[in-house]
T-cell receptor, first 114, second 114 residues
Framework: DGGITQSPKYLFRKEGQNVTLSCEQN?????MYWYRQDPGQGLRLIYY???????QKGDIAEGYSVSREKKESFPLTVTSAQKNPTAFYLC?????????????FGNGTRLTVT | QKEVEQDPGPLSVPEGAIVSLNCTYS??????FMWYRQYSRKGPELLMY????GNKEDGRFTAQVDKSSKYISLFIRDSQPSDSATYLC??????????????FGKGTKLSVKP
């Protein structure tokens, strides 16, 4: 079945450590996205990539980094510079770079930093 | 003023009830409208995607868009306990460019009691 795989489902880290969240899709989608979801805040865009080797900052990119070396993979690194990293992280993809393509989401990674 | 407003609920209804979920928006440049359903600890899944004003039906779900009032609705007929989830509206601005123009509501939590 085609879909988006995020791993791991739960992740625990100590403050000051960088951590990388995995996102893989086999939908042959061009565009990929990272969102953060906090209670009462809705979904906020961290980074997005419309094509391999290219990505743009979203609304809350500070303290995060990404890479897009392969079409199917878009890993997110949460650095120690992110002041409040504990959250539910969602990866998504869309079929094309067209701005009206709907998004398809993975099942998320819940990151807890203590 | 927030761009997309959605009542967070929670909304509790008996099984079999008709459910009405709503979002309002302020920017008339929003042209594409989506509803996502998100079960607890899962990623959002696309339910409905509409462009024009009017109704779009898919099984027990009907999406309604009223661009003149800047108001969208999702109706669920014969609601089931399996419909218990958080429902997110999302909208895309009508000018080209990136998917950074996709804006989500904060979600309405629905509980359908047997």
């Amino acid at each position: 079945d085609g879909g988006i795989t995020q791993s791991p489902k739960y992740l625990f880290r100590k403050e000051g450590q960088n951590v990388t969240l995995s996102c893989e899709q086999n939908l042959n989608h061009d565009a990929m996205y990272w969102y953060r979801q906090d209670p009462g805040q809705g979904l906020r865009l961290i980074y997005y990539s419309q094509i391999v080797n290219d990505f743009q900052k979203g609304d809350i990119a500070e303290g995060y980094s990404v890479s897009r070396e392969k079409k199917e993979s878009f890993p997110l690194t949460v650095t120690s510079a992110q002041k409040n990293p504990t959250a539910f992280y969602l990866c998504a993809s869309s079929r094309s770079r067209e701005y009206n393509s709907p998004l398809h989401f993975g099942n998320g990674t819940r990151l807890t930093v203590t | 003023q927030k761009e997309v407003e959605q009542d967070p609920g929670p909304l509790s209804v008996p099984e079999g009830a008709i459910v009405s979920l709503n979002c309002t928006y302020s920017n008339s440049a929003f042209q594409y409208f989506m509803w996502y359903r998100q079960y607890s600890r899962k990623g959002p899944e696309l339910l409905m995607y509409t462009y024009s004003s009017g109704n779009k039906e898919d099984g027990r779900f009907t999406a309604q868009v009223d661009k003149s009032s800047k108001y969208i609705s999702l109706f669920i007929r014969d609601s089931q306990p399996s419909d218990s989830a958080t429902y997110l509206c999302a909208m895309i601005l009508n000018y080209g460019g990136s998917q950074g123009n996709l804006i989500f509501g904060k979600g309405t939590k629905l509980s359908v009691k047997p």
